[in-house]
């Protein structure tokens, strides 16, 4: 199990870039009244085979140079622990989705806790690939879009900005 929920995202979405998505929306949804989190990565990559999404859990499987692949039978443990579910939905040239869904309260969910320091991992270490990072918790909302620019130069007055926007963001709908 990660220690923070926001690396299971990280992971998800380096696969995804590795998949050549150049358009990734990352969702998070809290809602106390429901006693849910949801966590959604959908991105517009290469997609999987029906042969390859029916391994995907399978932590000895992988299409990349590595001989395991943990990210997602990681998380569908963690899921499963704590008596959430991970789902799947993809086809080759049309992307994939990933979804978790957890009990907010479970005393066994990790926290969700380093989303600003993931999303901007993500912003700048793929400069090239838009964004999009809807964030609701209990009805207030918050979205940052990232367009992707070639080249991947980025100011450090940029940098600050950008982190200052995500921590208020997140600050704002009490998700920090």
Do not use: W
Not at 49 to 69: C, H, V
Request: glycine fraction near 10%.
């Amino acid at each position: 199990m990660m220690e923070d929920l926001s690396l299971h995202v990280l992971d998800i979405v380096e696969n995804a870039v590795a998949a050549g998505a150049t358009r990734v929306r990352i969702s998070v949804n809290e809602n106390a009244a429901r006693d849910v989190l949801v966590l959604r990565v959908t991105d517009n990559g290469r997609g999987m085979s029906a042969r390859e999404q029916a391994r995907a859990l399978d932590p000895f499987f992988t299409t990349g140079r590595k001989r395991t692949g943990l990210g997602l039978p990681l998380l569908a443990h963690t899921a499963e622990i704590c008596g959430g579910r991970l789902t799947i939905a993809s086809g080759p040239g049309r992307g994939t989705s990933v979804a978790a869904r957890l009990p907010l309260s479970h005393v066994d969910r990790p926290p969700l806790t380093k989303m600003a320091e993931t999303l901007m991992t993500l912003f700048f270490g793929h400069p090239e690939t838009d964004f999009l990072y809807r964030h609701t918790r209990n009805g207030s909302l918050f979205i940052c879009l990232r367009s992707g620019r070639k080249g991947g130069g980025t100011a450090p007055r940029e940098i600050i900005a950008l982190r200052k926007r995500l921590r208020r963001g997140l600050d704002r709908i009490g998700a920090s």
